[in-house]
Structures are given as C-alpha cells and as structure tokens.
C-alpha cells in the first residue's frame, strides 16, 4: 500500500522553474519552520536557526549572493527565501562527536531543513535546496557571526506547473544492501 508519505516523496523535487506572480502564504512558511524545528538532532542540540526572507528588498540582495557564476538564475522568480544558519555546536554535543569522531551538525541541518522541504510539498509548495551561496555575503547581509554558518538556502514558491520529471537515481541494488 502507498503511503500518503511515500506520495509525498514522489512529489518533492527542486523547483527551477518558480511562478513569480504567486506570492507564498506566510502561514504555510511558518507551518514549513515549524516542521523543521521539530528536527531530531544528536544530543538534541538543534544548531539550527531559519532566516525566513520575503521582505522583496532583502530578497533581491540575497538573490545574487546564490547566482555567482551564471548559477541558479531561475531564483529571479522566487520571492520566498530560508536561509539555514548552522550555530557553534554546544558542549554536550561536542564532547560526543569528538569521542565518535562525527561531526552532527551538518547532519542534524539536513534533517530539519528536509523537513521544512516536505512540509512545503504537503502544501502544494515546492522548494530548491541551494548549496551555491556565497556564505561570506550573505552572513555579512544578516549580521551573523564567525560561528554561525550559513549552510544552505531553501528556495520557497510555487511552481508554474505541476508536471513532475522522472526521478534521476542510481540503482537501487547499488545503493540499498539487505543482510538477512
Ligand atoms: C545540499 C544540496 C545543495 C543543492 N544545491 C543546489 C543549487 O545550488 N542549485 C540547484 O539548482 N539545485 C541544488 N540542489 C538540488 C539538487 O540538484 C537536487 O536535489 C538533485 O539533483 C535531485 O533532484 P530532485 O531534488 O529534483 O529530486 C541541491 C541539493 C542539495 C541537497
């Protein structure tokens, strides 16, 4: 039986193609933060924080900030931004990952900034994850600090249609491995 989680799997892909008049709704930003910051992260140390931009002049400054080198050009039709800052990791997290020589929070970063992207899907929104940025810029834009690391970018809008390309993936035998 397929799940309505599986579907909503399916469903997500990156968004290169954002319809500029459709402004998103702050109340489904909000439901998107909510679901990221309910995040599971090692020791629960949560090192998250989300920078959510609509205001259209911080936008427009941010915008270049992900396009250096003729990347990402179709963000010019997104108005809807994530910014996901990574925060110096706290003691009791650190002290495991330096006993397991891991490093969390990049990890813990994926899991919450997935969820805010299957929360955007679940609510007829599609995202772009965007690892393109100009991390200096943008932290310099936000006033961050050395410690706080901007990791990625979530491209929020809606998409101009709903046509879903075929996923592109490696084998499946090559990746998942059953011991039984
Ligand atoms: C960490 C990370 C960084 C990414 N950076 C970009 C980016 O800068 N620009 C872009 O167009 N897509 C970016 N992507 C999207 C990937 O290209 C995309 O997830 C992958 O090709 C699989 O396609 P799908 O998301 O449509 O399933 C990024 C994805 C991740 C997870």
């Not at 989680?5 to 909510?34: G, Q």
Request: aromatic share 10%; hydrophobic share 40%.
């Amino acid at each position: 039986m397929m799940s309505d989680y599986f579907d909503l799997v399916k469903r997500r892909e990156s968004c290169r193609n954002f319809d500029p008049e459709r402004i998103v709704e702050k109340e489904k930003l909000t439901r998107c933060a909510e679901a990221a910051w309910l995040a599971p992260s090692a020791c629960n140390g949560q090192p998250w924080k989300y920078l959510i931009v609509t205001n259209p002049e911080l936008a427009a400054q941010l915008r270049p900030m992900m396009q250096e080198l003729g990347m990402n050009k179709f963000l010019n039709a997104c108005n809807a931004f994530a910014v996901v800052v990574q925060e110096a990791t706290v003691l009791k997290v650190s002290a495991s990952q330096r006993l397991k020589d891991q490093d969390f929070a990049p990890i813990d970063i994926g899991f919450s900034a997935s969820q805010f992207c299957y929360a955007a899907a679940e609510q007829g929104l599609s995202t772009c994850v965007i690892g393109w940025h100009n991390e200096l810029k943008i932290r310099e834009l936000f006033g961050l600090t050395k410690t706080e690391r901007v990791r990625l970018v979530l491209a929020v809008g809606y998409a101009k249609t709903d046509k879903l390309r075929t996923k592109q993936r490696k084998p499946i035998e090559d990746v998942v491995k059953y011991y039984e």
